[in-house]
């Protein structure tokens, strides 16, 4: 091996170091609205930090602001894997403030509510664009699958090179259909669970460790 | 472009060609799909867009939904293999393209915009 060759070689087994010991991946959780990424996010959270992330509602566009939590260290079979986890607000082409009215929320609610919807989903945008290392899609396994949000932001985080993990939420739903979203979206990994009553969680963190490691 | 409307209560399709779009830089593209869908046009682009611009589309979209005024829009695309490159929308645009045809609308006026492998349905109120 000649100097310089071998001069290469150890910068970069230190950049490699540096960037495993001192940057954590960026894991942002994406999907749409209502999938359970704050659920998840807040179980992950809760298991391997102790506390909990944000809000979790079964009104849409409850997450409006991108949150992260820092140093989510998972432990996996004598290793540890160190993740930052941001939970982002649901992505939409259309947000509609009367939708809300439903939810019991006053006009005026329901209108900031709207826009902070729009901010939060440009925002969400914004990160995977720019700063986001890895990326958990969550689906409501109950829910259609093939809707264009779907696969667009698949489109988009696949275009990126981004590695990117599926997660069918909600299997404790008597509706629920695994096989439908591992149809929809062959090439990748898909894994089940219930972030709601932690089923399939060991799964969930042994794919966590293997895909963001 | 083409413009398809069924008169003055009607609904106006837009159909852009993929030559027309591919000279646009990215917000050329989103301002002319947007203005569009804000007159309540029915936009089809032949050629569809990039992920990246797709990124921005929703991004833009976003920023310009406004209550009672704005509320998004609808998007489908549609990818078609060689066999199906021959369908009526490609006699109307009268070109052949291997690329995904995507239609956009305001979210307001259409009450499902359905897709499967064959067909693209709107519902225009
Ligand atoms: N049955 C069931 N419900 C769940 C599960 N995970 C989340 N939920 C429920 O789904 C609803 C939405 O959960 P959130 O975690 O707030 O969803 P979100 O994806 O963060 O939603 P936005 O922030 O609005 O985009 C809540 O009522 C949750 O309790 C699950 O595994 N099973
Ligand atoms: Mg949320």
Do not use: C
Not at chain 1, 28 to 52: C, V
Not at chain 1, 78 to 92: A, F, L, R, W
Not at chain 1, 174 to 198: C, K, M, Y
Not at chain 2, 113 to 119: A, P, Q, S, V
């Amino acid at each position: 091996m000649g100097l310089l060759t071998s001069i290469r070689t150890s910068i970069t087994d230190v950049t490699d170091r540096l960037f495993s010991d001192g940057e954590p991946k960026r894991i942002g959780i994406y999907g749409p609205p209502n999938a359970g990424k704050t659920t998840l996010s807040n179980r992950i959270a809760r298991d391997w930090t102790g506390d909990a992330i944000g809000p979790e509602s079964h009104i849409p566009h409850e997450t409006r602001r991108a949150r992260r939590k820092e140093n989510v260290e998972i432990k996996r079979n004598g290793n540890t894997v160190t993740i930052d986890i941001v939970d982002t607000p649901g992505v939409t082409t259309k947000v509609d403030y009367q939708e809300f009215l439903e939810f019991d929320i006053e006009e005026e609610d329901a209108i900031r509510r709207s826009r902070e919807a729009t901010e939060g989903v440009a925002e969400a945008m914004h990160w995977l664009r720019e700063d986001i290392d890895g990326v958990i899609y969550v689906l409501d396994s109950a829910e259609d699958p093939f809707t264009q949000v779907n696969t667009m932001l698949i489109g988009i985080i696949e275009s990126r090179d981004i590695p990117v993990l599926i997660f069918a939420n909600k299997i404790d739903l008597e509706d629920s259909s695994v096989q439908r979203i591992s149809n929809a979206f062959p090439q990748h990994e898909t894994v089940p669970l219930s972030a709601l009553e932690g089923k399939n969680m060991d799964e969930v963190y042994d794919k966590i460790a293997e895909y963001f490691g | 472009m083409a413009e398809l409307s069924t008169g003055a209560e009607g609904v106006q399709i837009d159909l852009i060609s993929g030559e027309r779009m591919a000279s646009k830089a990215t917000m050329e593209k989103i301002r002319m799909i947007l203005d569009g869908v804000h007159e309540g046009n029915i936009v089809i682009l032949e050629d569809g867009l990039s992920p990246d611009e797709e990124s921005r589309l929703i991004e833009v979209t976003m920023s310009e939904i406004s209550p009672d005024e704005f509320s998004g829009i609808e998007i489908e695309t549609y990818p078609r293999s060689g066999a199906e490159a021959s369908g009526i929308l490609n006699r109307i645009i009268g070109r052949d393209s291997s690329s995904k045809l995507t239609v956009i609308g305001p979210a307001n006026r259409i009450e499902t915009l359905h897709k499967d492998e064959t067909l693209i349905k709107a519902l225009v109120s």
